[in-house]
């Protein structure tokens, strides 16, 4: 040991952080103005499909480019649920399900945004037969696992380097509506 | 994107969390390290010592002939002892055969691949080790691509590192897997955390080159 000074040893876990800002941050880090495409899809879905009273379960701030009157606080009062805060991608896979099914009854249409890279965040055996190809595996899970509603998978397919923004805004997008 | 040291020291420093404790011990008259680093400390070989890509240089002062690469440009601004390389291949043309240990904390620049390419990088850092070699290598499930939803992921890393003995002479002579285990809570809800280490990473190998005769201690 070359060391004189005292040693503390901590937990891994006293250094995490995350900021809610952490998109604004990296949009810093480019000259140019742009916006990404996810984002640009979500507030197309929302306007063009005239929602009136959205609640949105936010997370890292998207700054959203629509009117602060088409959003409510009250989730009894919604005619949409926009999920992306990738909280959720990391319950257990039938945790999802869960709290899909109990927003469903709340209102019964909802937006669902979920990070690829978290679901199945503790290992669970998935008993349903489901495609090699991860992207196509998680849009055929949600539809075998809920069955009472029309699952419609708005994603963009591709392989992630780490290039996408997936950590700002979820990269699998899924329109829920309860049959 | 902007290319000025500022924003490359920003981006730079956003990702790696040990950066932040280089920056705490030089100013403090205690030197502050996590659990992992302990391990990686207590069970270092004698010898040359590499830490690449992990922000090494906040282990100066507790690990002797220590050799700190980074992949960053930027790193030799504060740290003007770093060796920058642009690719990995370059750890061996520089320092071939040269180190007794080394060791990778959950460098982000390794991730976003398969295992094949896990592999890969693998192979460029076994040209930087001497026979008998320590290598110590950690990362976070959650940054792999692989279908999370076919593969159990526990054997699916622990057999990767098992296979390396035939593929690469690395045996793997220690490991930690851990993933979330999730519970509700008393009011019926689940916490939202990760994995359990995602500063180290929550998977953990030590594998020593072309030998295997080292004892880990926990």
């Known amino acids: ?179 | 994107m902007i290319d000025t040291d500022r924003h490359n020291y920003i981006r730079y420093r956003m990702g790696r969390l040990k950066h932040q404790l280089w920056l705490q011990n030089r100013k403090r008259d205690y030197i502050t390290i996590d659990t992992h680093d302990k391990f990686i400390i207590d069970n270092l070989k004698a010898g040359k010592t590499c830490v690449f890509g992990s922000a090494g240089y906040y282990l100066e002062d507790l690990v002797e002939d220590l050799t700190v690469i980074e992949q960053h440009p930027i790193v030799k601004k504060f740290y003007p002892k770093a060796q920058i390389i642009n690719h990995r291949n370059e750890i061996g043309k520089s320092y071939e055969k040269s180190f007794d240990n080394f060791v990778v904390i959950n460098h982000r620049n390794d991730l976003w691949v398969d295992l094949d390419g896990l592999e890969k990088h693998f192979k460029d850092y076994r040209s930087a080790m001497k026979p008998g070699c320590l290598f110590f290598y950690s990362f976070r499930d959650t940054q792999m691509l692989f279908n999370r939803f076919k593969n159990d992921h526990y054997y699916f890393f622990l057999n990767f590192a098992k296979q390396l003995e035939k593929s690469l002479d690395l045996h793997l002579i220690w490991h930690d897997i851990k993933f979330a285990e999730k519970q509700k809570d008393g009011a019926g809800n689940y916490d939202i955390n990760e994995n359990p280490d995602t500063t180290n990473g929550n998977i953990k190998f030590v594998f020593e080159y072309q030998t295997k005769t080292k004892i880990i201690n926990d």
């Open chain 1, 1 to 179: 040991m070359k060391h004189t000074k005292k040693i503390k040893v901590i937990e891994p876990t006293s250094l995490y952080k995350w900021a809610k800002n952490f998109k604004r941050i990296q949009d810093r880090f480019y000259d140019k103005q742009f916006k990404l495409r996810r984002i640009q899809q979500l507030e197309d879905f929302c306007s063009l499909n005239n929602f009136k009273q959205i609640y949105h379960i936010e997370e890292v701030k998207l700054d959203l480019d629509l009117s602060k009157n088409i959003f409510t606080d009250k989730i009894e009062n919604a005619d949409l649920i926009l999920v992306t805060h990738q909280g959720y991608s990391r319950f257990p896979c039938n945790g999802i399900i869960e709290q899909i099914n109990k927003w469903i009854n709340q209102c019964p249409k909802i937006y669902l945004c979920l990070n690829r890279h978290y679901l199945n965040i503790n290992n669970e055996k998935i008993n349903l037969d489901l495609p090699d190809d991860y992207q196509k595996a998680i849009t055929s899970w949600l539809k075998q696992s809920l069955p009472n509603c029309i699952v419609i998978d708005n994603s963009r397919n591709y392989i992630d380097y780490g290039m996408n923004f997936t950590w700002s805004l979820p990269d699998r997008h899924f329109y829920i509506e309860k049959k």
